[in-house]
Every structure is written in structure tokens, then in C-alpha cells.
């Protein structure tokens, strides 16, 4: 609940001015992270948005490796080690805004997941999916939904990588089962780190739920090693029922613990600045029930680069200016701009609004 508030009062924030919307099949995906000068060699590294967020600075490394098996993985950690590096890990898109991918000076070894993209295993009598620490939450849902499965949560983004996202213990979270985030659901890692010389500079554990370093490896902030593979305990396909409320915030506080209990995936997007919360009722459905959902947030959609540029300029502007009021009259607009387009939640083609159930299949959207 707390991070699905954030992530949509950031994304307000940083999308409220988008008006122009590009049509699909126009548009690029963000520049690789990693760049050099000399083949993998002289190199920079930034994230998804070209910048961290915390100086819009951008990091030096000395060279990056893209190892596509885990035997080239462990030969490049243990090289790194005997050559004394900082070693990070990087992957497709490095969507996280802080500096966690940056090693230290400009010497460092960056390694990228970006070729370890393979989906392993798909067990639909165990219930797990093992995969490769590269592959992206996309490719994920679509085998699993293919193989009549699903993760229990599903972040939105479809191009955040399994190790990345399982690093930060990133997306989601719920009272309910295991937790709500797709780390609770990992039951086995193999990573590899540093390694004393007698050991050949390199450290390969595979850990299982019987060992209780497993909850170090799960969400290490990339600081114990490069996780090569993940299991995830998975479960049969399921819809979801969707409807949204809005009300007064002034019993919120009381309210979000009781509300969270109730719903699975529970969700509130709060206006403090309009004194208004709004509730999203999101719980289980059988996959036998009639309807056809999709998500299509448009803040989500391809965007022009321009009308990004110029909500900036806007946003930059009014910053400034310290201009307190324009900012809370932009941010007026928002409230009935989502709750208006059930926040891109559709059924049969038609938005999902108050006291109209929505159902969704985990395969068609993702949250
Ligand atoms: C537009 C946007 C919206 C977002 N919304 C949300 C949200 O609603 N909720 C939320 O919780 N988060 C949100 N995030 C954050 C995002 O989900 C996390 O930053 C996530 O970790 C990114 O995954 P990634 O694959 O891009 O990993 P990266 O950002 O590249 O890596 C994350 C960290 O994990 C380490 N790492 C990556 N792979 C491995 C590996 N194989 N072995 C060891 N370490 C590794 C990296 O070194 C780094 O420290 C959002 C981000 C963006 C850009
Ligand atoms: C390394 O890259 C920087 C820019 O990032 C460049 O100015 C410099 O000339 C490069 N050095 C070499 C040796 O290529
Ligand atoms: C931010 O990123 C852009 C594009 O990568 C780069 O040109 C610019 O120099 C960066 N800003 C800073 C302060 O480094
Ligand atoms: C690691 O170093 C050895 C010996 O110098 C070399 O043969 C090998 O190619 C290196 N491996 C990688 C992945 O760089």
C-alpha cells in the first residue's frame, strides 16, 4: 500500500503536465545505462531517467562485462577480485534514481545482467520459476501467464529486471500471505562474490529457504555479490476484482489499517492538498468469472521527448520561483484527471469507476 502511495504521488509529480501523447510504434526506450568510449572500456553509468536523482550527476567506471552464462560471471567476478576492483552490477534499463550502481572513483568493473535473460524453469507441480537474474517482469508474466501461472504481485513496470527489483525489495506490499512485495516469494538464490585466493578469488552459494543467509542474498542492495539466478514460488492464475472510492481524508489515518486488512492488494492515492483520499478495492477473482480488463494509465504510455522537456521547463520554472500556489493549482488537476480514467483501469473497453467491479486477468496488466 505505502510504496503504491508513493509511487503514484511521484509519478503525479513528475507527469501532471504530460499533455501530448505520442502514438505507439513512435517512440524509443530509454538509452542504455552503460556507455564508453573504447570497447567496454572508459565508461559512464547512469540510470532509466539519464541522471541520479540526488545531483542529476551521472558516475565513472573503468569497464563493464556483460556475461551471458553463469561460468562467464564467475570468471569475471573472480578476475575483478584479483585485480583488487570495485566491482557493482548494473542491468538493462537501472531504474533505481539513487547512486546504488556507482563504484567508488573511476576504476571500478561494472558487471551487467543484460545478457543473463534467459527464463530457466517454469515448474507447474513445484510452483516455482527460475530464472536468470536478467530477465525482465515482462518476459516474466507473459511465460508464466502462458503456463496458466502468475506471480502473486506483478509491478507495473514491465522492464524492471527480477535481480534489480528483488535487490531493493522494490513494488508492492499487503498484510496478507507472505507479503506484497516479489522478494517475500523468492525461495532459492546462486550468487556469486568475492573469494579468497585459495578459493580462486570467487564464492558461488546457492542458498535455499533452509538457509537463513537467503534473506541477506534476497534484498542485498547489490552489496554481497552478482545474484546469477532466482527461484520464485509462483501460483495458478488469477483475476482481480478493482473498484475505487473516493472520500474525505480526515478519518485516513484511522482507516488505512482497516482498509488494508480487507483487501489483498489494497491501495490509497492521497490529496492532502484537496483533504481527499481515494480507495482502490483490489482483491482476488476467480479466473472463471466474466470480464476483460486491461490497464492504461496514460502517464504510463509513450510520451513525446518534447512534452517531457517542456514539463520540466514548467516544473523548473515554478520551482524558482517558489511558486507555491501555481504548483498547488497544477496539482488540482490531477485528482479528477486519474480518478476520472480509473487510474487506466479498464473493463470490456470501459473505465472502472465507483461501485462498478472491474475484473482483470494478472496476465493483461500489470501492477
Ligand atoms: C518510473 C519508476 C517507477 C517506480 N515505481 C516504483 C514503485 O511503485 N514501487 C517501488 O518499490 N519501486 C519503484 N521504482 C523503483 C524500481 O522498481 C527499483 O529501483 C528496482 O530496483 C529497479 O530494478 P532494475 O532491474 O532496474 O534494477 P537496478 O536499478 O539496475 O538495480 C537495483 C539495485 O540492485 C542491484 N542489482 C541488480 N541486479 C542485481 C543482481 N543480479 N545481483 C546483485 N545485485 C543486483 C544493483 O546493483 C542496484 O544496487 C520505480 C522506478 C521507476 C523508474
Ligand atoms: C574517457 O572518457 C572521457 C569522457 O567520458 C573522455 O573525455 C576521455 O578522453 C576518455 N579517455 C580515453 C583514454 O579514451
Ligand atoms: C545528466 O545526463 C545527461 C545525459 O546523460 C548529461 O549530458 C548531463 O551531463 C548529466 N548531468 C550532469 C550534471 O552530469
Ligand atoms: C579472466 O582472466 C583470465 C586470465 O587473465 C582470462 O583468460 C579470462 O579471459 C578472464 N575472464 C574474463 C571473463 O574476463
Not at 505507439?24 to 538509452?31: I, M, Y
Not at 502468475?150 to 498484510?175: E, Q
Not at 509462483?234 to 473498484?243: A, D, M, N
Not at 482476488?284 to 468469472?289: D, E, F, G, I, K
Request: glycine share 8%.
Amino acid at each position: 500500500m505505502g510504496t503504491q502511495l508513493a509511487s503514484t504521488l511521484a509519478i503525479c509529480t513528475i507527469l501532471f503536465t504530460i499533455t501530448t501523447l505520442t502514438p505507439p510504434g513512435s517512440s524509443s526506450p530509454p538509452e542504455p545505462p552503460v556507455k564508453c568510449t573504447s570497447h567496454n572500456t572508459n565508461c559512464t553509468v547512469t540510470n532509466s531517467y539519464g541522471n541520479f536523482t540526488s545531483d542529476r550527476s551521472i558516475c565513472r567506471a573503468g569497464s563493464v562485462a556483460y556475461p551471458a552464462t553463469e561460468a562467464e560471471l564467475i570468471s569475471v567476478v573472480a578476475n575483478g577480485t584479483r585485480a583488487r576492483r570495485k566491482m557493482k552490477v548494473t542491468t538493462r534499463f537501472s531504474h533505481s534514481m539513487p547512486k546504488l550502481v556507482c563504484p567508488d572513483g573511476t576504476d571500478g568493473l561494472l558487471i551487467s545482467t543484460k545478457k543473463l535473460d534467459r527464463i530457466l524453469e517454469i515448474d507447474p507441480v513445484g510452483l516455482t520459476a527460475t530464472v536468470q537474474s536478467g530477465v525482465l517482469t515482462g518476459q516474466l508474466y507473459d511465460a508464466l501467464a502462458r503456463a496458466g501461472l502468475a506471480l502473486a504481485h506483478t509491478p507495473y513496470l514491465r522492464a524492471l529486471t527480477v535481480g534489480g527489483m528483488i535487490s531493493t525489495h522494490a513494488h508492492g506490499s499487503t498484510f496478507m500471505a507472505k507479503g506484497g512485495a516479489p522478494s517475500d516469494y523468492v525461495v532459492g538464490v546462486t550468487i556469486v562474490s568475492p573469494g579468497k585466493k585459495g578459493e580462486g578469488y570467487v564464492k558461488v552459494r546457492q542458498l535455499t529457504e533452509e538457509d537463513e543467509e537467503l534473506d541477506a542474498a534476497r534484498v542485498s542492495l547489490g552489496v554481497l555479490g552478482v545474484i546469477s539466478k532466482i527461484t520464485l514460488k509462483v501460483e495458478p492464475l488469477f483475476k482481480r476484482s478493482i473498484s475505487f472510492r473516493k472520500r474525505s481524508d480526515t478519518d485516513l489515518a484511522h482507516r488505512a489499517i482497516s482498509f488494508g486488512r480487507k483487501h489483498e492488494f489494497a491501495d490509497i492515492s492521497w490529496y492532502p492538498y484537496q483533504h481527499r483520499a481515494v480507495y482502490r478495492n483490489d482483491d482476488r477473482a476467480p479466473l472463471q468469472v466474466p470480464g476483460d480488463g486491461a490497464y492504461d494509465f496514460f502517464p504510463m504510455r509513450r510520451a513525446l521527448s518534447s512534452s517531457s522537456i517542456s514539463s520540466r521547463a514548467t516544473e523548473e520554472k515554478i520551482e524558482a520561483k517558489e511558486d507555491a500556489a501555481k504548483r498547488c493549482a497544477l496539482a488540482k488537476d490531477v485528482l479528477p484527471l486519474y480518478y476520472n480514467s480509473a487510474y487506466g483501469f479498464t473493463n470490456n473497453g470501459a473505465y472502472c469507476r465507483e461501485s462498478v467491479d472491474c475484473l482483470f486477468l494478472l496476465m493483461k496488466f500489470n501492477l
